[in-house]
Nanobody, 119 residues
Framework: QVRLVESGGGLVQPGGSLRLSCAAS????????MGWYRQAPGKERELVATITSSGSINYADSVKGRFAISRDNAKNTVYLQMNSLKPEDTAVYYCHTKQRVLTVFVDYWGQGTHVTVSS
């Protein structure tokens, strides 16, 4: 059973920083792509950043230069360092992975962690 547990969310002032963590279990972590998505109130869930097993990284344009995704395969953990936070970054942040099960890829999500950027 794949399980993803996020942590690190909270309330931060504009311009501040937060570091999100996602601990994975029950998965072949080192070979699976990992990602962070977010969903703001009244909006659809959107991609924030992804990182493949080989370390290739992709960012949404809105976070380029401010956010950094990384992974520690020894700890089965993926991180999202968020700097220069803006009020528009306020959202629930979800960890995501996909894993091959027989001939199909299955999506797995964490429960989400709230990030609020406000003065």
């Amino acid at each position: 059973q794949v399980r993803l547990v996020e942590s690190g969310g909270g309330l931060v002032q504009p311009g501040g920083s937060l570091r999100l963590s996602c601990a994975a279990s029950g998965t072949f972590f080192s070979i699976n792509p990992m990602g962070w998505y977010r969903q703001a109130p009244g909006k659809e869930r959107e991609l924030v950043a992804t990182i493949t097993s080989s370390g290739s990284i992709n960012y949404a344009d809105s976070v380029k230069g401010r956010f950094a995704i990384s992974r520690d395969n020894a700890k089965n953990t993926v991180y999202l360092q968020m700097n220069s936070l803006k009020p528009e970054d306020t959202a629930v942040y979800y960890c995501h992975t996909k894993q091959r099960v027989l001939t199909v890829f299955v999506d797995y999500w964490g429960q989400g962690t709230h990030v609020t950027v406000s003065s």
